[in-house]
């Protein structure tokens, strides 16, 4: 009896690992020491970080506004709701 991917005897072809191909063990990276590991880690953060798009000073300055609004805004919201259940505790509980 099969299911919808297969039978336990005979996998699915996608499965199935060709035996023939050989697999590499470390590549470049397998022959180097941890210092080497390292400094490799180390260039590959600095190439990234060179990727990165950042924010002119104008744009750094809205985001950081419409940051500090919010959380001004949300600071407001649950002072307001926390009042409201002080006041709720102390109607139902005297």
Known sequence: MTDAVGSIDMPDAEDAAPESKKTRKGGKRGKKGPLGRL????RQVIAELRKVVWPTRSQLTSYTSVVIVF????????????????????????
Do not use: R, S
């Open 39 to 42: 400094a490799l880690f180390y």
């Open 71 to 94: 959380v001004v805004i949300m600071i407001g919201l649950v002072t307001v709701i926390d009042y409201g259940f002080q006041e709720a505790v102390k109607y139902v509980f005297g």
